[in-house]
């Protein structure tokens, strides 16, 4: 979070910390068995996370990492199927996974308990990020759905429509007020959430999209999709 360390998973089944902006390597983890699908770090920078094709999510700590241990501190497998997204919630407090297996869960990370199994998905979870302010939930699975998720009760707020096929990545706008989807239907979508949780389809931008971002220029915020 603090710009001085990047992560990035790979199909050779590692975790690889890197020290910015030198680019010198910190750390090669490998508590994975298959490819590595998602990391993350917290936002309070203490813990980093990682979802994998073998099913399970690992969560490190940062301070053991920097120190040269590299043996997770928790690992979870209650998946069934491959975890394709893992984020964690702006208070640091919860980490959510996102499986093939068509549902998401959420763990409290201080004592590894899953505190909801969401399965409102027809097909695989391909995507989860929590809200600015951590109440809401997003997710976009394999059923060309975005659903919207009370992260306090569990309870389906919204099922966004839209794209004719799988959604690959969803995230929220800086302030919460926007929720936007990149999906292999080759279109980012973005839309306003409003009182009572309709969203309303504000833009639809062409591309083969994989990722979909809200990046800050200035004053302004763009939204920025990749390859």
């Not at 027809?122 to 919207?148: E, H, M």
Request: hydrophobic share 35%; charged share 20%; with cysteine.
């Amino acid at each position: 979070p603090d710009g001085g360390l990047l992560a990035s998973g790979s199909d050779d089944k590692t975790v690889l910390v890197r020290r910015l902006p030198s680019c010198e390597e910190v750390a090669r983890l490998d508590a994975h068995t298959e490819s590595v699908r998602s990391v993350a770090f917290s936002p309070n920078g203490e813990f980093l996370a990682s979802g994998s094709t073998d099913k399970t999510v690992c969560v490190c700590r940062v301070a053991d990492i920097l120190s040269g241990n590299t043996r997770p501190w928790k690992r979870f497998a209650d998946h069934t199927n491959r975890v394709w997204s893992v984020a964690f919630s702006p208070n640091s407090e919860l980490l959510a996974s996102a499986s093939i297996d068509g549902t998401f869960r959420i763990y409290r990370v201080s004592d590894g308990e899953c505190v909801h199994v969401l399965p409102g998905h027809n097909y695989g979870v391909l995507s989860v990020a929590f809200s600015p302010d951590g109440t809401l939930l997003a997710s976009g699975g394999s059923d060309n759905t975005v659903r919207i998720w009370d992260a306090a009760t569990g309870e389906c707020r919204r099922v966004i429509t839209g794209h004719s096929d799988s959604v690959r990545c969803v995230d929220f706008s800086p302030k919460g007020r926007l929720v936007a989807s990149a999906s292999w239907d080759k279109t980012v979508r973005s839309g306003t959430l409003r009182p009572g949780m309709r969203c309303d389809a504000s833009a639809v931008t062409r591309a083969l999209s994989y990722l979909s971002l809200f990046h800050r220029a200035g004053r302004s915020w763009y939204l920025a999709a990749g390859t």
